[in-house]
């Protein structure tokens, strides 16, 4: 096969010549072999569309594996952290998985489809550890992602305008709930999740279904102030909601190479996922050793002074120390909370809530660089958590 | 509501049978489930034609720790002790070996093979020393005696001298047939250690760490070798009978189904009739992968560790042919004294590799290569009067027969082995009155080792001492509350030793576990 004759080098959307339509920047990177949007019009007008009216945001890259057979509950329960009895057909787990040693590979959610059919998705490619993981068990794991599209319908009026759609009975749609609905005479599933802190929606289909969809919804949404939207803003929305992203927050452990840069779920905050009533699953030994043993770090949300995001930023106990004890791994200036926040790793016993820190923050006017040593406090809940991402139903706009 | 034990002990092989033994001598409850109607797993004497037994798997005896004797006070009753060697040539030229003398070579092999039989000697007591302790653990979590115990290692290598030293440590990844290449002219002689080498493994002597297995050989009595009376039961029964004296309850046609495992430990088995037997102590005497994949089954496990032991190499190469004679064969230039001993046939290092290659490829060996015994000549209990029993391991038959195991392939497997034979023996067919072939697919099925694989996983570097089974669970302890291994599969591995049980019990005791 010559350069020639491939067409293009990554897979595009089966949403694209829409968003082709839309784009005025041409900012586009790769993700897992698509092309996906920087942004189309402008971060911070998308931003805003999700925190006041709705951002649309395509999420078909987000790798998805269909899991079945006699035996993918005890598979899953092995796999993840969380105990996967407790999640009924039509619910959706926010999880995560290990390695033996209890180091995070990746976290995800799980789709219960029906009874005992699953669907997997997550921001990384796993086929290797989840084939290594079946290992005599009887269940079956099948790459869906280029079957299944999606987009995440985020924002208050997300659900005014899915009503205003037709889905009849999205009113009733709680919180990591899933469910089929029929869109022109064929069936969609959508669930109520998302990637932003905020009332919203995911919305899977087949790819043939895409271009009809994506025209009712934006016409649908046209009075609520749909928008379109690229990982920029969604990367501001992900922050204030205090969610971690692999390779920012925390790398896979079947990538780190040196040892101590991988991170236990304990570490990351995410200790309510870890249920140690389970019986056994990947990891269980050695996080029952770290609860034991205490963690080598903690992942704090940090509330920082001043307005200056506090991007790559070490962290010290006090302001006069020369020795960091942690670093800066997400930061932004949240507009909506008008606090300037960050995610952050600190070494243990630092970072419990209330601490107070110190952030070395560099910035730069007009060329000359300045630091400040800015003051944070630990915060525990996230910066941004509208009681309207519980309600149900939904308050319409 | 089931019985309660300390420990139970899965499978009365010889090291099962060690394990309990020392477990039950140190006040434990301990119950032992054979599936088998006999104790002794692979290390059993069956009758295979009316009036004819055999030694089924193992025949011979050399590898049995001087420390477990004597920690058993085992008295085993030999028929033949230090049995000679000679190794079989088609024209009548055979190449005699004894301890470390040898004859039928020329001056330059007799005084070449005295040397090399005190150095390998010398480096297989320093891995002896090693046979017969846990293996250090190396992680983080290293406490001080696995540190002692690592420091020794180092130590006594260093104490060999600078040359020894520097040889050892050039040696032991190395393999048997460069080595002998460069000290023997005699290639009768070469192959006879080559054989010895790769005798049950999956391993060529061009194979890497084929030295490192003749270490093993060696490593506990210099490869002397013995006959049990009546068989390797003997040896069995004198295990069972030391378990049951320190009060161990052995049961037979008991077949284990699965390790019961409640909130992540195990905690008793069940058998195959469904009774259930109790105890937080769980001792396995299968190998890792019947006792990982099928009796504690992958869930209850985490996955590196599935996948370690799903991987594990043990596809079985070694076949058992016994033959029913009415009388000893003749063997040109061998003298009937000499049926006393063992006869091997691998004339040449190149005519074992040679067998290897085709089971690289799935299939058996043209020209297979043989270690050949009569039990039946110092030991009458086997055979009727005036009759005799051939009982040989024949290489390489491999488990997964490219051409699949059927009525059709064993018999043609047996038919060109006994052809193969009769070159050397010319009167053997017309002598054969019954005879018994066990591929390791019969192996598997017979004795219940995955892969028919005798030394429950092959013995070479990546598999052996820190590795074995697999990384991280060297310790005896798998990485489930409650279970243990203690068969071949774990340090130090395979062969009639009682190594691994031993260092088994010694590490469960060790541990204080609650019992």
């Not at chain 1, 699953?281 to 770090?297: D, I, P, Q, V, Y």
């Not at chain 2, 093993?216 to 068989?231: F, M, N, V």
């Not at chain 2, 990982?292 to 032991?309: A, D, S």
């Not at chain 2, 082995?417 to 070159?423: N, Q, S, V």
Request: aromatic share 8%; charged share 25%; hydrophobic share 40%.
């Amino acid at each position: 096969m010559t350069i020639q004759e491939v067409e293009q080098g990554r897979l595009r959307s089966p949403f694209y010549p829409r968003q082709a339509e839309i784009d005025r920047l041409n900012n586009w990177h790769e993700w897992k072999g698509y092309s996906s949007a920087d942004g189309f019009y402008d971060t911070t007008l998308e931003y805003f569309s999700i925190r006041n009216s709705t951002g649309v945001f395509d999420l078909t890259p987000m790798t998805k594996y269909r899991i079945t057979g006699p035996d993918a509950l005890d598979y899953l329960n092995r796999l993840v952290t969380r105990d996967m009895r407790k999640i009924k057909p039509g619910r959706v787990a926010y999880a995560v998985w290990c390695d033996d040693q209890g180091q995070v590979i990746d976290d995800g959610t799980i789709f219960h489809l029906s009874e005992g059919d699953y669907r997997l998705c997550s921001q990384e490619r796993h086929m290797s550890w989840l084939t290594m993981s079946a290992i005599g068990m009887d269940v079956s794991i099948v790459d869906e992602t280029e079957e299944i599209c999606a987009l995440a319908v985020q924002g208050p009026t997300s659900f005014s305008i899915l009503q205003a759609m037709g889905i009849k009975g999205i009113e009733k749609l709680r919180p990591f709930g899933l469910a089929h609905f029929d869109f022109q005479g064929s069936g969609i599933m959508i669930s109520r999740t998302g990637f932003t802190g905020d009332l919203g929606y995911e919305v899977w289909l087949s790819p043939d279904q895409a271009l009809d969809l994506w025209d009712a919804l934006f016409e649908a949404g046209k009075i609520y102030g749909i928008m379109a939207i690229g990982t920029e803003a969604l990367e501001q929305s992900r922050i204030e909601a205090g969610f971690i992203a692999a390779y920012v927050d925390f790398l896979p452990a079947d990538v780190t190479v040196r040892s101590g840069r991988s991170r236990s779920p304990l570490e990351l905050g995410l200790d309510w996922l870890v249920d140690f009533k389970k019986p056994n699953f990947n990891g269980r030994r050695a996080l029952a050793e770290e609860k034991r043993k205490g963690s080598t770090w903690q992942l704090v949300k940090l509330d920082i002074e001043g307005n200056k995001p506090a991007h790559h930023s070490y962290v010290y106990a006090n302001p006069k120390s020369k020795k960091e004890v942690g670093f800066i791994t997400s930061a932004v200036w949240s507009p909506v909370c008008k606090q300037n926040i960050a995610l952050g790793t600190v070494r243990s016993p630092h970072g419990k809530v209330g601490d107070k820190l110190y952030v070395e923050v560099y910035y730069q006017r007009e060329m000359h660089w300045s630091r400040v040593m800015a003051e944070a406090i630990v915060v525990d809940k996230p910066f941004w958590d509208p009681p309207r991402k519980r309600a149900t139903p939904p308050g319409p706009f | 509501m089931s019985e309660r034990y300390d420990a139970i002990v899965v499978g009365a092989g010889h090291n099962g049978l060690v394990c309990a033994s020392l477990l039950a001598k140190a006040g434990k409850k301990v119950l032992v489930l054979e599936a088998n109607s006999q104790v002794g797993g692979a290390a059993v004497t069956r009758t295979f034609a009316d009036g004819y037994s055999v030694s089924s798997v193992a025949h011979l005896l050399y590898q049995l720790q001087p420390q477990v004797r004597k920690d058993l006070g085992l008295n085993i009753e030999m028929t033949a002790s230090d049995m000679p060697t000679v190794a079989l040539s088609t024209d009548g030229k055979h190449v005699r070996i004894s301890g470390d003398e040898v004859s039928g070579v020329n001056a330059h092999d007799v005084a070449g093979y005295k040397n090399f039989c005190t150095r390998m000697n010398r480096f297989a007591d320093l891995l002896k020393t090693f046979l017969n302790k846990t293996p250090p653990r190396l992680a983080k979590d290293a406490s001080r005696s696995d540190l002692l115990t690592l420091a020794q290692l180092g130590l006594d290598i260093r104490r060999l001298g600078k040359v020894e030293m520097q040889e050892f440590l050039r040696l032991i990844g190395m393999n048997i047939r460069d080595e002998v290449v460069e000290r023997f002219d005699s290639e009768i002689l070469r192959g006879a250690i080559s054989l010895d080498a790769v005798m049950g493994t999956h391993l060529g002597p061009r194979s890497p760490n084929t030295i490192l297995t003749y270490l093993y050989r060696l490593a506990a009595t210099h490869g002397a070798i013995d006959q049990p009376s009546g068989g390797m039961s003997a040896v069995s029964e004198a295990l069972a009978h030391s378990a049951r004296d320190n009060g161990a309850t052995i049961r037979t046609n008991m077949k284990v189904r699965r390790i019961v495992v409640e909130n992540g430990r195990a905690a008793g088995v069940e058998t195959e009739s469904g009774e259930k037997f109790s105890s937080w102590l769980v001792v396995s005497n299968a190998d890792p992968k019947t006792t990982i994949m099928e009796l504690v089954k992958p869930k209850n496990v985490e996955t590196g560790f599935t996948h370690r032991i799903h991987h594990m190499r043990m596809r079985g190469n070694a076949a058992k042919l016994h033959l029913a004679l009415d009388g000893l064969p003749a063997i040109k230039g061998v003298d009937k004294r000499e049926f006393a001993g063992r006869f091997i046939i691998a004339p040449g290092d190149d005519y074992v590799e040679r067998a290897f290659n085709h089971a690289k490829y799935g299939e058996t060996s043209a020209k297979p290569v043989f270690e050949i015994v009569f039990p039946s000549f110092r030991d009458s209990s086997l055979a009727p009067t005036g009759k005799h029993v051939l009982s040989a391991i024949v290489q390489y038959v491999p488990y997964e027969l490219r051409a699949n195991w059927n009525k059709k392939s064993r018999s043609a497997f047996e038919k060109l082995a006994i052809a193969t034979l009769a070159e050397y023996m010319p009167d053997l067919k017309e002598r054969i009155t019954a005879t018994e072939l066990l591929t390791p697919v019969d192996i598997e099925e017979q004795f219940h080792i995955h892969g028919g694989h005798w030394h429950h996983g092959e013995l070479t570097l990546d598999q052996f001492l820190f590795t074995r089974p697999v990384g991280g669970a060297a310790q005896y302890a798998m990485p489930l509350d409650g279970l243990y291994l203690c068969g071949a599969g774990s340090h130090p591995g395979g062969g009639i030793s009682g190594a691994a049980g031993r260092n088994a019990a010694r590490a469960i005791l060790k541990s204080g576990y609650a019992l």
